[in-house]
């Protein structure tokens, strides 16, 4: 079924006449359109997209099951949902609740013959569950993060900084066709604490714990890996350490099976965590959906009681932050079926020192 008869199936279930999606993201979900400035209006019996004479020949070979409308000052976007609208058999639009307040109140002052009503989450939940296609390129994408980590593996010595193996990322992801699907975090020794660090002039040093998590979108789709290595020589805490979060992420991995819940897999990371005493230091949720946003729909955390159904994406990423001593975060891509997890990302995950 297409993503606009999907859509159109969760709009009746939902009693929603008719929507504007305002979202870039969900945008593109929909229509396929990759550019940055457009509206989709959707009834059961009209899918309009309207953008500006920018995207005129870029939108026709992209948008293929809605009806395109190109707007030229001094004729503005609400002039022409105001138009598109007249196609509708009803008064009630639904808008997404992402849309700033000023632009909501604008437009809701403008087009004040209608009644504005907020939407649930209808796009968002279903990327929750990719097609096939999508599948596919989140495949590509994790492909290409296994091959900058492989990458960047003969960059990791003493001396050389954070700033400089970050750089390396990017330019990685960049000469191979992909944009970065976030900065990328390079974080060593002391820094290593810190989750979401920001790269630094720090030189590695021998004994530091050096977490490596970065991301590409190909084709629209993210990947998101982390690999956290040590340089030239490990103590005993750190392997101790790191075996523990490896343990806690691959029984986190195995345990993404259809019918299971993101909060008890959040809570299996813990308990294993906790065998010796790390869950305290484990700070933020397992994991996050992944697709055309590196954070996704859908999560794996102690908040989200959802059950996991075939055909979703998630990050898995246990990690431990310990001030003063450093951290280290593993983190893989898993695919959802309906057997056995498929684990995306195949970068080794056992301890290396480099
Ligand atoms: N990989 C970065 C994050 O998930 O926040
Ligand atoms: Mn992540």
Not at 119 to 141: F, G, Q
Not at 325 to 336: Q, S, T, W, Y
């Amino acid at each position: 079924m297409s993503n606009l008869n999907r859509l159109r199936q969760a709009m009746e279930q939902a009693s929603i006449p008719a929507l504007l999606v305002t979202d870039n993201v969900n945008l593109r979900w929909l229509t396929g359109f990759t550019g940055s400035s457009g509206i989709a209006l959707v009834t059961q019996n009209h899918a309009g997209f309207v953008t500006d004479a920018r995207y005129d020949l870029w939108s026709r070979s992209e948008v293929t099951d809605h009806e395109i409308t190109i707007y030229q000052r001094p004729r503005t976007l609400d002039d022409l949902i105001a138009e598109v609208s007249t196609k509708f058999q009803s008064k009630e639009i639904a808008f997404e609740g992402s849309i700033s307040y000023s632009a909501w109140k604008a437009r809701t002052e403008k087009l004040s013959d209608f009644t504005w009503i907020e939407s649930p989450d209808l796009i968002r939940d279903l990327r929750k569950i990719k097609t096939v296609d999508e599948i596919n390129r989140i495949r590509a994408a994790c492909k290409l993060a296994d091959a900058c980590i492989e990458n960047i593996t003969r960059m990791i010595q003493p001396g050389i900084t954070e700033y400089d193996i970050s750089l390396d990322i990017e330019f990685f992801y960049r000469r191979n066709g992909a944009e970065i699907a976030f900065d990328p975090i390079v974080a060593s020794g002391p820094n290593s604490a810190r989750p979401h660090a920001t790269p630094s002039e720090r030189k590695l040093e021998v004994g530091d714990f050096v977490t490596i998590d970065c991301g590409g979108k190909l084709d629209g789709y993210c990947s998101d890996i982390t690999r956290t290595f040590v340089v030239g020589k490990a103590s005993d805490r750190h392997v101790e350490i790191y075996n523990q979060v490896l343990k806690s992420e691959i029984a986190c991995c195995a345990a993404l099976k259809s019918g299971a819940n993101g909060k008890e897999i959040d809570a299996l990371a813990r308990e294993i965590l906790d065998e010796i005493d790390l869950n305290q230091y484990f700070t933020h949720g397992l994991g996050h959906g992944l697709g055309l946003d590196v954070h996704d729909p859908g999560g794996l955390s102690s908040t989200v009681d959802q059950p996991i159904e075939p055909g979703m994406v998630f990050t898995v990423e246990p990690g431990v932050y310990i001030e003063g001593f450093g951290g280290l975060r593993i983190e893989d891509d898993v695919l959802v079926t309906d057997s056995e997890p498929e684990i995306l990302t195949l970068f080794p995950k056992e301890l290396m020192i480099l």
